[in-house]
């Protein structure tokens, strides 16, 4: 059974980090293409951050790019997104993604989810 399950969110400050984690059970994240999703209230889901199953090649939306820092760590089968210099508009819910499928960017659906991890940036 695939699962993915997200830890490390929080409330901090504006200008402070956090790492969120991803773990992964019933497949290896190194033969799928990863990735992390948010949606904040009243808003659409947006696509952060992917690294591509063709070649582990990484991507980022220009809203993060220069901030955020995705990886993976094999052995612990788990993916992470660094987050730096946090914002009051990256208060979201954080979701993990996951997919099969052989691609050489970021997908354009992906096939599991997880549950999701809040995230507030608030002074």
């Known amino acids: 059974q695939v699962q993915l399950v997200e830890s490390g969110g929080g409330l901090v400050h504006p200008g402070s980090s956090l790492r969120l984690s991803c773990a992964a059970s019933g497949f290896s994240l190194d033969a799928y293409a990863i990735g992390w999703f948010r949606q904040a209230p009243g808003k659409e889901r947006e696509g952060l951050s992917c690294?591509?199953?063709?070649?582990?090649?990484?991507f980022y939306a220009d809203s993060v790019n220069g901030r955020f820092t995705i990886s993976r760590d094999n052995a612990k089968n788990t993916v992470y997104l660094q987050m730096n210099s946090l914002k009051p508009e990256d208060t979201a819910i954080y979701y993990c993604?996951?997919?099969?499928?052989?691609?050489?960017?970021?997908?354009?659906?992906?096939?599991?989810w997880g549950q999701g991890t809040q995230v507030t940036v608030s002074s």
């Open positions: 993604v996951a997919d099969p499928g052989w691609s050489t960017g970021c997908p354009g659906e992906y096939e599991y």
């Open positions: 690294i591509s199953s063709a070649d582990g090649s990484t």
